[in-house]
């Protein structure tokens, strides 16, 4: 049984949908969605992905980094035609060999001359050379003896070989483009509504490149990470993952950035207006070493982050504004817990310091529970305590505090 519903690319009602991989096969994408139509998704795979996934610089990466797809064929970043620098007419090839090595192979070139049948091929082909002879023959009528032939170029231990790398500046973002819009719809379904969502799936259809330059605002030239030095104090950058953030800007519009292999680093304007993002911020992990893609909102995030060395507070809200005003204090640059001297004390509801130091208290509070491994223990409170968030300089009620052995890791 099919069932009928919308694509999000071509907006028509369907009843045959494909898997969809928001983030390409090939750079090791594991986020997949179901609501783009099977046409529609060979569209992408056609006209969109491969802006990205042939890219120069994404090949060169992972064949540097040796990271194969899931086909497990690493990218020949030296593919296309080369010629010899000595010899501007005898084209060349770099072919990987099984260790991904690239190993020059000679393009077979005719060298005739009146009266005269020459060519010159690879040494490797000449299992090939009877068929070529053969070929050239008949082509020409002619029989053996009438003819010279001439088997060249040897292949140099260290040949020097003359080619060029292109470099896309711009396509590339259709495909950053396309992940970007797909998240947002998968994040917050009621974006696919928006005028300007309803733009971009025109664009990603169209695969409209002139249209994705006039209408849309990028952040960041694709290249440039400071875009992202926002988000460093909860990604771990340096690693082959790829990430997701979709947020609100301060003006109030919707941006999604894109940080792939940390090679390119985009943020798009998604909407014009703010659109509802559920737990005000997401971002998506595409972890190569679990091989799995993973959300964060803005409440785990203030969890993985709200460790100052050692420790780990868990807080009790009386209102959700309380809630926001305390998450929006930990994303900011300078946030901070007020300590003396580096330590950081418990305070009593009037702000008053109940203990110099967290210390004095859990060493007098059994821990509770070891938390997965034991380097991990969760201390109780077993009365009203609270910590002073800067630079706000408000209190927040602590309700358990955990020690860890490790400080804290990035998503
Ligand atoms: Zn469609």
Same mark, same amino acid.
């Given at each position: 049984?099919?069932?009928?519903?919308?694509?999000?690319i071509?907006?028509?009602?369907?009843?045959?949908?494909?898997?969809?991989?928001?983030?390409?096969?090939?750079?090791?994408?594991?986020?997949?969605?179901?609501?783009?139509?099977?046409?529609?998704?060979?569209?992408?795979g056609?006209?969109? =992905?491969? *802006?990205?996934?042939?890219?120069?610089?994404?090949?060169?990466?992972?064949?540097?980094?040796?990271?194969r &797809?899931?086909?497990?064929?690493?990218?020949?970043?030296? *593919?296309?035609?080369?010629?010899?620098?000595?010899d501007?007419?005898?084209?060349?090839?770099?072919?990987?060999?099984?260790?991904?090595?690239?190993?020059?192979?000679?393009?077979?070139?005719?060298? !005739?001359?009146?009266?005269?049948?020459?060519?010159?091929i =690879?040494?490797k082909?000449?299992?090939?050379?009877?068929?070529?002879?053969?070929?050239?023959?008949?082509?020409?009528?002619?029989?053996?003896d009438?003819?010279t032939?001439?088997?060249?170029?040897?292949?140099?231990?260290?040949p020097?070989?003359?080619?060029?790398?292109?470099i =896309?500046?711009?396509e590339?973002?259709?495909?950053?483009?396309?992940?970007?819009?797909?998240?947002?719809?998968?994040?917050?379904?009621?974006y696919?509504?928006?005028?300007?969502?309803?733009?971009?799936?025109q664009?990603?259809?169209?695969?409209?490149?002139?249209?994705?330059?006039?209408s849309?605002?990028?952040? &960041?030239? &694709?290249?440039?990470?400071?875009?992202?030095?926002?988000?460093?104090?909860?990604?771990?950058?340096?690693?082959?993952?790829?990430?997701?953030?979709?947020?609100?800007?301060?003006?109030g519009?919707?941006?999604?950035?894109?940080?792939?292999?940390?090679?390119?680093?985009l943020?798009?304007e998604?909407?014009?207006?703010?659109?509802?993002?559920?737990?005000?911020?997401?971002? &998506?992990?595409? =972890?190569?070493?679990?091989?799995?893609f993973?959300?964060?909102?803005?409440?785990?995030?203030?969890?993985?982050?709200?460790?100052?060395?050692n420790?780990?507070?868990?807080?009790?809200?009386? !209102?959700?504004?309380?809630?926001?005003?305390? !998450?929006?204090?930990?994303?900011?640059?300078?946030?901070?817990?007020? !300590?003396?001297?580096?330590?950081?004390?418990?305070?009593?509801?009037?702000?008053?310091?109940?203990?110099?130091?967290?210390?004095? *208290?859990?060493s007098?509070?059994?821990?509770s529970?070891?938390?997965?491994?034991?380097?991990?223990?969760?201390?109780?409170?077993?009365?009203?305590?609270?910590?002073?968030?800067?630079?706000?300089? *408000?209190?927040?009620?602590?309700?358990?505090?955990?020690?860890?052995?490790?400080?804290?890791?990035?998503?």
């Amino acid at each position: 049984m099919s069932i009928e519903k919308q694509c999000i690319i071509c907006r028509k009602t369907k009843d045959n949908f494909n898997d969809e991989h928001v983030i390409p096969d090939s750079i090791l994408g594991y986020y997949h969605i179901y609501s783009v139509c099977y046409d529609c998704n060979s569209l992408m795979g056609k006209n969109i =992905d491969c *802006k990205l996934t042939n890219h120069k610089l994404i090949e060169l990466y992972r064949y540097t980094n040796g990271l194969r &797809g899931k086909s497990g064929k690493l990218p020949n970043p030296f *593919k296309g035609d080369h010629t010899m620098k000595d010899d501007p007419e005898q084209g060349v090839r770099l072919d990987l060999n099984a260790d991904g090595i690239p190993v020059p192979h000679f393009i077979y070139r005719s060298l !005739s001359t009146p009266g005269k049948l020459q060519f010159a091929i =690879d040494a490797k082909d000449r299992n090939k050379k009877d068929l070529i002879i053969k070929k050239l023959l008949d082509r020409n009528n002619l029989t053996n003896d009438q003819v010279t032939f001439a088997e060249s170029k040897i292949v140099d231990e260290n040949p020097i070989i003359s080619g060029e790398f292109k470099i =896309d500046f711009i396509e590339f973002r259709l495909a950053i483009l396309k992940i970007a819009y797909e998240f947002c719809v998968d994040m917050c379904p009621q974006y696919i509504n928006d005028t300007k969502a309803l733009e971009i799936s025109q664009i990603l259809l169209n695969a409209d490149i002139s249209k994705m330059k006039s209408s849309l605002h990028f952040f &960041g030239d &694709g290249f440039n990470d400071t875009i992202f030095s926002a988000f460093g104090k909860f990604i771990d950058y340096k690693n082959e993952n790829h990430y997701l953030i979709l947020t609100n800007q301060q003006a109030g519009k919707l941006v999604c950035y894109v940080n792939l292999f940390d090679i390119f680093h985009l943020g798009i304007e998604m909407s014009n207006e703010k659109i509802k993002v559920p737990g005000k911020i997401i971002i &998506g992990k595409n =972890d190569i070493q679990r091989k799995m893609f993973q959300t964060y909102n803005i409440y785990e995030l203030a969890e993985n982050i709200s460790r100052n060395g050692n420790y780990e507070f868990h807080y009790e809200f009386s !209102s959700e504004a309380e809630f926001e005003q305390f !998450s929006l204090n930990e994303l900011r640059k300078d946030f901070n817990f007020f !300590s003396i001297n580096g330590i950081i004390p418990l305070f009593d509801s009037a702000g008053n310091i109940k203990y110099d130091d967290i210390e004095q *208290k859990v060493s007098t509070v059994e821990f509770s529970n070891l938390d997965g491994d034991n380097t991990l223990n969760t201390y109780s409170m077993n009365e009203n305590l609270y910590v002073r968030h800067m630079p706000i300089n *408000k209190l927040f009620k602590v309700i358990a505090i955990k020690r860890k052995a490790f400080p804290g890791t990035k998503v």
